[in-house]
């Protein structure tokens, strides 16, 4: 069945060490999206795709990066340089005016 | 800068009542408007939406209203049920990959 997975969904990483979250989606969609939330915060903007091999900056890109080398798959990537990077992290995807949610990963920063 | 905002962080109602929750946005731009309900350590789940062509959409239990001029929309959730609780989020779009979200309200509905 159609849907968005993101894997794994509790992820601790040492500090100083890059760590990769994982996106796929099967719906077809061309969009996809990198959220992150914060206790008490709307869900912000990292990074965001509208086609393959193609990606923008969102509102807090710094010390984040990712790829879009196929039209179902949108990993992002946590590096040493991001500040403060326990979150939870949302990927969307949408093919109009609607973004369709991931379960979410928790990342944790030891 | 904060251009959508939910005011109210929580909400608590009896069930069988009435939830009205409130968001408001400064963006005269967003043409395209979201609520989405998101339980604990799960993804938001789309609920319904209206396009600022109209002033009412509903679906079911659940009623989102647009006034525009204020730069206002609430959803109503009638009769609200204890299964409603959970953090709703009002979201808003100017039709290109520019989605902004309120920070969220909590909803009670005490049984």
């Known amino acids: 069945d159609g849907g968005i997975t993101q894997s794994p969904k509790y992820l601790f990483r040492k500090e100083g060490q890059n760590v990769t979250l994982s996106c796929e989606q099967n719906l077809n969609h061309d969009a996809m999206y990198w959220y992150r939330q914060d206790p008490g915060q709307g869900l912000r903007l990292i990074y965001y795709s509208q086609i393959v091999n193609d990606f923008q900056k969102g509102d807090i890109a710094e010390g984040y990066s990712v790829s879009r080398e196929k039209k179902e798959s949108f990993p992002l990537t946590v590096t040493s340089a991001q500040k403060n990077p326990t979150a939870f992290y949302l990927c969307?995807?949408?093919?109009?005016?609607?973004?369709?949610f991931g379960p979410g990963t928790r990342l944790t920063v030891l | 800068d904060q251009q959508v905002k939910q005011n109210s962080p929580s909400l608590s109602v009896q069930e069988g009542r009435i939830s009205i929750l409130n968001c408001d946005y400064t963006?005269?731009?967003?043409?395209?408007f979201l609520w989405y309900k998101k339980y604990p350590a799960e993804g938001p789940t789309f609920l319904i939406s209206?396009?600022?062509?109209?002033d009412k959409n509903e679906d079911g239990r659940f009623t989102v209203f647009l006034n525009k001029s204020a730069k206002h929309l609430s959803l109503h959730i009638v009769p609200s049920q204890p299964g409603d609780s959970a953090v709703y989020f009002c979201a808003a779009s100017d039709g290109g990959r520019d989605m902004r979200f309120g920070a969220g309200t909590r909803l009670t509905v005490k049984p």
């Open positions: 963006n005269s731009m967003f043409d395209y």
């Open positions: 209206i396009s600022s062509i109209k």
């Open positions: 969307a995807s949408s093919a109009l005016d609607t973004q369709y």
